[in-house]
DNA sequence: TGAAGCTATTTTGCATTCATTTTTTGTCTT
DNA sequence: AAGACAAAAAATGAATGCAAAATAGCTTCA
């Protein structure tokens, strides 16, 4: 009765996300914690759902010590938590939680516009710009999927233009533990909060222009602000609805 | 020849840095992690040298298994490298590494600032005042180390302000890499730049008091910034003098 | 009938063991 | 004598085994 993982097999997941994008990890213990990263990610385990690490091990073909050192790292990464003696359960983010990783990731792309303004170049910033003429056609399109996709690939291109690979790896680590959040975020975003980030993405690419640092950093925060708002509202209504057909763990 | 560990009794460090200050961890493996992570913050290890988990284990008095687990976090956190078959090593901060982790630090701090003036009280703002005037005191006795330490105080006095957990775990982690770093840059300081950091901090003491959030954002990113500066340079000199003892690794 | 207590099973935490890979050491050849 | 090859030693990576803790199941008693 706690079975909590689906009998499929394994799947892996495409190149996305992950720590920063290192997918060449050779020993047994590197796959499995990226395998294991995705397979949480991609919200293949019911939020604090207990998880036996035999099940695991089954799963995945291998024995308990890779599988607990990958569970430790994960733990470590926030995305499990766990329990001394009752093992790991996919961790559950409070209305609070997400408030604060939104905020953290807004601080994060705010201080990648800042640095962005100090290295892009212009073909990066006309990249930028193809890419939100895209995004503006899936607005137009009403195609919330592709909108979604090319916003968050302007995200990381600003983050990549910052220069720095420490940002780019916490970036993406914080980004993999709000991801289902974001994503349900963005599809139940209200046509009106569409044009209002249109608008803000235009005074991002603006300021990215005129490498207004400060500006920049600004705007990048404020954006992202309106995002949390939007997410936490919209998580807030499904926390609701779900409180009736998920019972509490415990 | 590779003991790289002296033979001392394994030293519990006071409870400065972590992970963000849980420190009543009951598993073994969690007592391990915090044991092993001041060590290496501590700088007991000499950086590039290669570790023997066994001669770690002798030292801790523990098997391999939790001592594996816990090198594996560590490599997670960005304080070790953990080579394929090749055992770990005390990551080596290049200067562009440590270029980074600076400016992710000012960004943190950047952040800490703008959210801070959201929530932060007359009482706290009046604590960081006195902490201010402290650090004067230290300034015109060239009292360094009381200097650092205030100057730590006040920061994480900010940081505490923003009201945000995860920024503050973050935080504490990307101090801990760079601690070691941070205080010789700090001690290497010369007056001149002393002066300029008194004034910053009145600056920033003066945005925080009109709760100003991005004046305060871009005051605190330049503070950061001017230290990493300060920092690099005397990295630069003191690796340029390091190269003729220390031969390299490999 | 229901709840509390006790036992059995499962699960976790850690130690130990086994198999590879790497590093060292010794020997041989040129 | 120097370099190269090979065997031994050591270290790492992963699996297995064992003790303690937790959960589940059963019995007993009110």
Chains 1, 2 share one sequence.
Not at 69 to 82: F, H, M, Q, S, Y
């Amino acid at each position: 009765m706690k079975s909590a993982i689906p009998e499929t097999g394994v799947p892996i997941t495409p190149p996305t996300i992950g720590n920063g994008g290192d997918r060449q990890e050779a020993s047994l213990h590197g796959e499995i914690l990226l395998r294991l990263r995705d397979y949480v990610v991609e919200g293949n385990i019911p939020e604090g759902a207990r998880v036996p690490e035999r099940q695991l091990c089954e799963m995945l073909g291998i024995s308990r010590t890779p599988l607990r050192e990958a569970l430790k790292v994960l733990a470590a990464e926030g995305l499990i938590e766990l329990l001394p003696n009752r093992g790991a359960r996919v961790r559950q983010l409070s209305q609070r939680d997400l408030e604060e990783l939104f905020d953290v990731m807004a601080g994060l792309e705010s201080l990648a516009g800042r640095l962005a303004c100090e290295a892009i170049t212009d073909e990066e910033i006309a990249a930028i710009e193809r890419l939100h003429y895209e995004m503006y056609g899936h607005y137009l399109h009403r195609d919330m999927h592709g909108y979604f996709q090319t916003n968050q690939q302007i995200h990381e291109s600003i983050v990549a233009a910052a220069r720095n690979e420490t940002l780019k790896t916490t970036y993406a680590n914080f980004a993999g533990r709000i991801r289902r959040v974001r994503y349900s975020a963005n599809f139940a975003r209200k046509r009106q909060r569409w044009a209002e980030a249109m608008r803000e993405h235009e005074a991002i690419l603006d300021a990215l222009r005129r490498r207004a640092a400060s500006e920049l950093s600004d705007i990048l925060f404020q954006h992202l602000r309106n995002k949390r708002s939007a997410a936490i509202d919209h998580l807030a209504e499904a926390q609701g609805a779900d409180l009736e057909t998920t019972p509490q763990g415990d």
